[in-house]
């Protein structure tokens, strides 16, 4: 069973940088793709980015391409997600995920409920 926990969210101004980090445990996580969502309120929760399990492929969604960075480093089992350039939409709560069978780069791998393990979330607050 993999777990994972969420970190480094918080309250930021508009055009500040937070970076998240999230922590897994229980399992390797090289053997997962990772990627993060987030859900604003009265919204469904929605793809940001996805990394892919060894090689450090990435995608984004066009809302935060460029802005955002996910990175991963497999000798700590952690994931990260570099925000930059933040703007009040992108407040949310932020969850990781992760599965050991999707494919990097398929529609799957944006896709909420294709994901088998979920952290708790971490609030991110961006002020205007």
């Known amino acids: 069973q993999l777990q994972l926990v969420e970190s480094g969210g918080g309250l930021v101004q508009a055009g500040g940088s937070l970076r ?3 922590a897994a445990s229980g399992r390797t996580s090289s053997m997962y793709v990772m990627a993060w969502f987030r859900q604003a309120p009265g919204k469904e929760r929605e793809f940001v980015a996805v990394i892919s399990k060894s090689m450090g492929f990435t995608l984004y969604s066009n809302s935060v391409k460029d802005r955002f960075t996910i990175s991963r ?3 700590k089992n952690t994931v990260y997600l570099q925000m930059n350039s933040l703007k009040p939409e992108d ?4 969850y990781c995920a992760a599965d050991p069978s999707l494919a990097y780069g ?3 791998s944006r896709q909420s409920s294709e994901y088998d393990y979920w952290g708790q979330g971490t609030q991110v607050t961006v002020s205007s």
């Open 20 to 22: 998240l980090s999230c």
């Open 73 to 75: 480093d497999n000798a």
């Open 91 to 94: 407040t949310a709560i932020y």
């Open 106 to 108: 398929t529609r799957s």
